[in-house]
């Protein structure tokens, strides 16, 4: 019998270095080449940060201005994909759909297998600018509405909700989205950049990694805690219902969606970023009844667990965010993907750099000494 220590989940096993992300989950601190996520949110951009990410340093008001060129330049997918879009069955997962829309994407992008540095920085800013078209289309086309094509006039942020519902937002809910898209970019070694690295380790293209990527995080323990608080509140329908709900349910020693982290044990400095934006506009678009909910599920969670370290994470009000800007819910987690697709890609690019295969290990813990049985003797 062995005695060797498994660590379940990987939890905290080193197997790489990062100059891109740092998380320090006992202080609530999370910054990106040094700087707080706070400061991201205030001061930068989804543009901004990504190409930070990509080439590892601030970048200057040319090298910015070139990458968002590149980016509006690279928005709009062949014809002959969106037509395959149109042709996907109606009701199905949007991550499942969005999934399969990035791997065709690569039928159509003659340098897809070339693995060299060059050439995944090149497709990088190609599936940064172009995720965000796959998402809109998919969502248009399930509705039976024809694509609508990506504008060079607006931001990313401002182009996307531009494409999702065929008219200019406001610059405000453009901002409003910029800041959300910029809280979820990059989050160090999650399980759906881990799961990127382990495909570019084996040398596998870009896509492949992206595909991946979009794979894990199609999972409800990652990305889809969003859409689950949202289903939360619409059962809780009203905030006079909101404490009673959440305090049974900590009776019950059931999980209050949105709330804990595998990696904070205060609050999640993204959330409190949220929060205020959050409150602003509810307000603004008349949606104040989700964000006083949330107040009061706050209250009670902290009264309650904040002492085991457990707080409300991003999910919790990023989910409201969304609804307030008139996302239906079931799109929330391919968002979070429009957004991480530059984290993956920044990290892809810097681990192989100095590549090495992943090639974890098992304990085994099976029969011994068995032979084989023939079948007609089982």
Partial sequence: MTTTAIAKGLEGVLFTETKLTFINGTEGVLTHLGIPIQEWAENSSFEELSLALLQGSLPTTAELHDFDAKLKANRAVPQALLEIIKGYPKGINPMQALRTAVSHLALFDKQAEDTSAEARLEISVRLIARVGTLIAAINRAQQGLEPVAPSADLTHAGNFLYMLKGEEPTP?????????????????????????????????????????????????????????????????????????????????????????????????????????????????EGKSHYYQILEIIEKTVVDRLSSRGIYPNVDFYSGTVYSDLGIAKEYFTPIFALARIAGWCASVNEYERDNRLLRPDAVYAGAEGQHYVQIQDR
């Fill in 172 to 284: 405000e809910q453009a901002k409003l989205f910029d800041i959300a898209l910029v809280l979820h970019v990059d989050h160090g070694m999650n399980a759906s950049t881990f799961t990127a690295i382990a495909t570019a380790s084996t040398l596998s293209d870009q896509y492949s990694t992206a595909v991946s990527a979009i794979g894990a995080l199609k999972g409800p323990l990652h990305g889809g805690a969003n859409e689950a608080v949202m289903d939360m509140l619409d059962e809780i329908g009203t905030p006079d219902r909101a404490a009673d709900f959440i305090t049974a349910k900590l009776d019950a020693k059931e999980k209050i969606m949105g709330v804990g982290h595998r990696v904070y044990k205060y609050f999640d400095p993204r959330s409190r970023v949220l929060r205020d934006y959050a409150a602003h506009v509810a307000e603004k």
